[in-house]
């Protein structure tokens, strides 16, 4: 079973640009989750999708952050301008319960200069 | 306010010692704990524990939930220096939001 994709796994841009980060879950789960990671710290939850609809994104700043997930399987993530506090690793997850484990894909390393 | 709070944040033992980590939680409607390895980038599931199953084991590595004392500890023997990593707990919350601790920086010497 393939696990969770995502791309790029680097991306360095300077502050006040765009960046836009892809996610394909594992396939048949229909729960997806975008967490930010910032150095030293657990990760954060962004939003969280049930299929193509929004559950939670109460932590997401909407002024600068989106995501959607049109057709219900992958996802993307999009940083609009980036400030420098947005360095951190942009990690996606899905599970195919609510109550089950969350498997995570390798993450995106964003660094905002 | 929902939290869940690691300790110590970083450890650092010689191969073959017994580590524990610990885990705390304050949760209006708890349903479970959840522990992930994380080693480079993204985080790996360990155990999940629950009211119905507070004690898992696999190999070295064993967990227990105490619902009383609302903490779980993740205990780990024989460490080897594959088990350097981040250790995460986390518990969901709401509508299964996973809100994580800052994790226990755990570092084995050869």
């Known amino acids: 079973e393939a696990g969770v994709a995502q791309s790029p796994r680097y991306k360095i841009i300077e502050k006040r640009q765009s960046v836009a980060f892809w996610c394909n879950p594992i396939?048949?789960?229909?729960?997806l989750y975008w967490y930010q990671q910032i150095l030293g710290q657990g990760p954060k939850l962004l939003i969280q999708?049930?299929?193509?609809?929004?559950?939670?994104d109460s932590q997401l700043p909407k002024d600068r952050f989106s995501a959607e997930r049109l057709k219900g399987v992958d996802s993307t993530l999009k940083i609009q301008p980036a400030k420098l506090e947005d360095s951190a690793v942009y990690l996606c997850a899905s599970n195919n319960n609510w109550g089950n484990e969350q498997f995570f894909g390798p993450g995106t390393r964003l660094t905002v200069l | 306010e929902d939290k869940v709070v690691q300790s110590p944040l970083s450890l650092v033992v010689h191969e073959g010692d017994t580590v524990t980590l610990n885990c705390s939680y304050e949760?209006?409607?708890?349903?479970?704990l959840l522990w992930y390895k994380q080693e480079k980038k993204a985080p790996t599931f360990l155990f999940m524990l629950t009211s119905s199953g507070i004690e898992k084991k696999s190999g070295r590595l064993s967990s227990i939930l105490d619902k009383k004392e609302l903490s779980s500890i993740l205990n780990i023997t024989a460490t080897q220096t594959g088990d350097s990593a981040i250790y995460l707990c986390a518990v969901p919350f709401g509508n299964e939001k996973l809100t994580f601790g800052t994790g226990t920086r755990l570092t084995i010497i050869p």
């Open positions: 999708f049930q299929n193509n609809g929004v559950v939670d």
């Open positions: 949760v209006t409607n708890f349903r479970s």
């Open positions: 396939s048949g789960h229909a729960t």
